[in-house]
């Protein structure tokens, strides 16, 4: 850090003007990120139910039924009335001929009993929208209103996937903005609390400032190359706030405790660099190795939080150590300017001093003790069942999710949710009877209600499976080109994201046919997904642990400091995770969050806490550490470093954590059930770590392990000694560098 710090004072006006410059053509560039953003992105391109839907799409362009879905109430009397039947059969032609619809259907097309409901006052008209998710929102954000209305028969209301998604992805990003309002006046006055003035305040605002926008013209660029989804917004705020708060609050507390020492602006800018600013560096690489980890997950979802999260931690470390520097090189003493009280000054024996010294006289039981609370939290975990978001992520008063709710109690069976069954090599001219055989095998299974099929409609009753002749909608089984191949549609009577759904798939996957076939839709979507996540998740859990031993290894020269640090994070966020369980899936509490249990956790959302929490945890870690080993190597005395450095980081990393808490908790304000899953699972790890793990179990296990915290091999101490990383010079020859710089 020594040539850097050296560079950044020595040109401070440079850094200063180049940083002016640049944020507003950042903001130019990437202020229009968000509508190039993707609303898909959640499965994996290469499992057998996205090859499936591909496949599909291009070979058989009506097959397509979900898309948008138009649920139609009779006003008066029931849907077989004439006006009533007068009424659908002209909306089914007005949305079939729609810019964007490839082809439109509907009960009195059909004449399909399943799509009418059990009271026969409701009915359905189906739509099959051209192009990718993208494309389909886009459609459906142009004909929802339209198809929304109400008449003397008839009553309609729009749901269906494109029109879920797009509303879901409408409400996230209002939730931002709002959540964005909310937390940016609380977070500043928070900070005045913190710092004791204005100035100092308002230098991590500026910072997160312009990490965020410059992490938004990061993502505008690489939305050119790949797809990025929309709900990385998320994470770009929350963790480009948040850790501008963390890194400046370190660097700019330390400034001062330098100046307070007497230091000049340079030297105490350049000691600051050389501790505080390392810090940084090692905290936002422990940081960046837990998100980057995300990039091994096969989908876009996972990985887009991986490009926005490790732009967005390198932008704020940048920002921490080159652009915080350079100002606070300007700002001189005046960083002291427009206090609003006088802070006292941080004592040698003050609360994390004296909490340090009063865990550590009695280490075991506060071990034990604290261990086991969180041992008692995580035990929900065991009962996790992760599965995937469907319209009960957004609150029921949210249009489509209100049809939705009406079409599962309403109707017998599922018809939005039926599963595509694709037979690429059969023929309905030469395999006739094998399909129907095949049909009426799947027919029989748990959890169907009717199978359709080229050659006719199959349906159960009373023990035998009746065969209605096709008509018309069964065009949409033959190939655009040629003569071979086929499809059948499954429709389910059960929930699609549940373990029913998922037997389901599996049942019909294990179904002998006479040809080869794959199944798409959105439970085989739930299996393939958390087949993919599961089998690649210990490989990033090894890559996070391997990495992260390594960093801090390269820090600190120790063995069991980047154990103890590993497995602390672990029982830390695994409590998080039970406690999490416990009120998302199980439904604690839904009634004052306001979100509807389903029994399940989105499987993706788990996997980006424990990355995010982990780097956070780690952040902690370094911070604390830092200090310790800095107090360790001037006297060799362990206690006397844990007590010390507990007090001199204590204070900023309780501050640091309640003011992250501070953004996560605007996230959780989201009506949005995964984003609010995503801010309180996130709240609650950052203050378990803050207030248990480094309050308490840090120095309770430093203290029984003694020396043994700093031990390696002889051979493993000279290699550290060799290639460690730490600055060459002591701060003795880096004062005199900088008392000569101007």
């Known amino acids: 850090m020594r040539r850097l710090a050296l560079f950044v004072v020595h040109r401070r006006w440079v850094v200063i003007v180049l940083a002016a410059l640049f944020l507003p053509l950042a903001a130019i560039i990437g202020g229009g990120v968000a509508k190039q953003l993707t609303v898909g992105g959640m499965e994996d391109p290469g499992s057998e139910s996205a090859r499936t839907a591909v496949a599909l799409q291009q070979r058989f362009s009506k097959a397509g039924q979900s898309d948008f879905v138009v649920l139609v109430t009779a006003r008066h009397g029931k849907v077989d009335d004439p006006d009533v039947r007068a009424a659908g059969l002209e909306l089914t032609k007005q949305l079939g001929g729609e810019p964007g619809i490839v082809q439109a259907s509907s009960y009195w097309v059909g004449n399909l009993g399943p799509l009418k409901s059990d009271d026969s006052r409701q009915a359905l008209v189906f739509a099959s929208v051209r192009g990718?998710?993208?494309?389909?929102?886009?459609?459906?954000?142009?004909?929802?209103?339209?198809?929304?209305?109400?008449?003397?028969?008839?009553?309609?209301?729009?749901?269906?996937?494109?029109?879920?998604?797009?509303?879901?992805?409408?409400?996230?990003?209002?939730?931002?903005?709002?959540?964005?309002?909310?937390?940016?006046?609380?977070?500043?006055?928070?900070?005045?609390?913190?710092?004791?003035?204005?100035?100092?305040?308002?230098?991590?605002?500026?910072?997160?400032?312009?990490?965020?926008?410059?992490?938004?013209?990061?993502?505008?660029?690489?939305?050119?190359?790949?797809?990025?989804?929309?709900?990385?917004?998320?994470?770009?705020?929350?963790?480009?706030?948040?850790?501008?708060?963390?890194?400046?609050l370190f660097v700019v507390s330390r400034y001062r405790e330098e100046l307070a020492n007497g230091a000049s602006t340079n030297v105490a800018v350049g000691r600051t660099m050389q501790t505080a600013g390392r810090t940084v560096v090692f905290s936002a690489g422990t940081v960046m190795i837990s998100l980057a980890s995300l990039l091994l997950f096969p989908v876009t979802y996972l990985r887009s939080f991986a490009?926005?999260?490790?732009?967005?931690?390198?932008?704020?470390?940048?920002?921490?150590?080159?652009?915080?520097?350079?100002?606070?090189?300007?700002l001189g003493p005046r960083v002291e300017a427009l206090r609003v009280f006088k802070q006292k000054p941080p004592s040698a024996d003050?609360?994390?001093?004296?909490?340090?010294?009063r865990v550590m006289k009695h280490p075991i039981p506060y071990a034990l003790g604290v261990s086991a609370v969180l041992v008692v939290l995580a035990i929900p975990f065991l009962n996790f069942n992760p599965g995937l978001i469907d319209d009960r992520v957004v609150p029921d008063h949210i249009t489509s999710r209100a049809a939705t709710d009406q079409i599962r109690k309403n109707f017998a069976s599922r018809?939005?949710?039926?599963?595509?069954?694709?037979?690429?090599?059969?023929?309905?001219t030469t395999d006739n009877d094998a399909i129907q055989a095949f049909a009426k095998k799947l027919v029989v299974l748990p959890g169907v209600a009717r199978v359709d099929a080229g050659n006719g409609y199959y349906l159960k009753a009373k023990g035998a499976v009746i065969v209605a002749p096709p008509n018309d909608l069964s065009a949409r089984f033959k190939p655009d080109r040629g003569t071979t191949g086929t499809w059948l549609s499954v429709v389910p009577n059960i929930e699609p994201h549940s373990a029913a759904g998922e037997r389901l798939v599996k049942d019909i996957r294990a179904t002998a046919a006479p040809f080869a076939f794959t199944v798409a839709g959105e439970s085989a979507t739930l299996v393939d997904t958390k087949e993919s996540v599961t089998s690649v998740l210990p490989w990033t859990l090894g890559l996070i642990a391997i990495a992260t031993f390594v960093l801090l290894f390269?820090?600190?020269?120790?063995?069991?400091?980047?154990?103890?640090?590993?497995?602390?994070?672990?029982?830390?966020?695994?409590?998080?995770?039970?406690?999490?369980?416990?009120?998302?899936?199980?439904?604690?509490?839904?009634?004052?969050l306001g979100f509807t249990p389903t029994g399940s956790i989105d499987v993706f959302t788990p996997i980006l806490m424990f990355?995010?929490?982990?780097?956070?945890?780690?952040?902690?870690?370094?911070?604390?550490?830092?200090?310790?080993?800095?107090?360790?190597?001037?006297?060799?005395?362990?206690?006397?470093?844990?007590?010390?450095?507990?007090?001199?980081?204590g204070r900023i990393v309780t501050a640091a954590a309640l003011l992250l808490t501070i953004v996560f908790?605007?996230?959780?304000?989201?009506?949005?059930?995964?984003?609010?899953?995503?801010?309180?699972?996130?709240?609650?790890?950052?203050?378990?770590?803050?207030?248990?793990?480094?309050?308490?179990?840090?120095?309770?296990?430093?203290?029984?392990?003694?020396?043994?915290?700093?031990?390696?091999?002889?051979?493993?101490?000279?290699?550290?000694?060799?290639?460690?990383?730490?600055?060459?010079?002591?701060?003795?020859?880096?004062?005199?560098?900088?008392?000569?710089?101007?």
Request: glycine share 6%; proline share 3%.
């Open 554 to 592: 390269l820090m600190t020269g120790s063995l069991l400091v980047p154990v103890k640090a590993l497995l602390l994070n672990v029982l830390s966020l695994t409590a998080t995770f039970g406690a999490m369980v416990w009120i998302f899936q199980e439904g604690h509490f839904s009634d004052v």
């Open 307 to 330: 490009y926005a999260g490790v732009a967005v931690v390198f932008l704020a470390a940048v920002a921490s150590v080159i652009v915080l520097p350079a100002i606070l090189a300007v």
């Open 132 to 248: 990718n998710l993208d494309a389909k929102v886009k459609v459906a954000e142009k004909l929802s209103e339209k198809y929304t209305r109400t008449t003397e028969v008839v009553r309609t209301e729009v749901t269906g996937r494109a029109e879920i998604a797009r509303q879901v992805s409408k409400q996230a990003e209002h939730d931002l903005q709002r959540s964005e309002m909310l937390t940016a006046p609380v977070t500043f006055i928070a900070l005045v609390l913190v710092f004791g003035g204005l100035i100092a305040a308002l230098l991590p605002l500026s910072v997160g400032l312009l990490a965020v926008v410059a992490t938004l013209m990061i993502l505008t660029i690489l939305v050119s190359l790949t797809e990025v989804s929309v709900f990385a917004l998320n994470l770009t705020t929350a963790l480009g706030l948040g850790l501008a708060i963390d890194y400046s």
């Open 415 to 428: 018809e939005a949710d039926a599963l595509q069954v694709l037979a690429p090599n059969a023929s309905l």
């Open 350 to 357: 003050g609360v994390w001093g004296r909490q340090a010294a």
């Open 611 to 649: 990355c995010i929490a982990f780097g956070l945890s780690m952040d902690y870690e370094v911070f604390l550490l830092s200090r310790i080993k800095e107090e360790y190597d001037l006297d060799r005395d362990n206690e006397h470093a844990v007590r010390v450095g507990l007090q001199k980081t």
């Open 665 to 742: 908790v605007g996230i959780a304000t989201s009506e949005v059930s995964i984003v609010q899953l995503f801010g309180v699972g996130l709240s609650l790890a950052v203050l378990v770590d803050a207030f248990l793990i480094r309050a308490t179990l840090v120095p309770a296990f430093m203290r029984l392990a003694g020396r043994l915290n700093w031990w390696s091999p002889t051979w493993l101490r000279r290699w550290h000694l060799r290639y460690g990383i730490w600055e060459n010079e002591p701060i003795a020859i880096l004062d005199r560098e900088f008392e000569t710089t101007t």
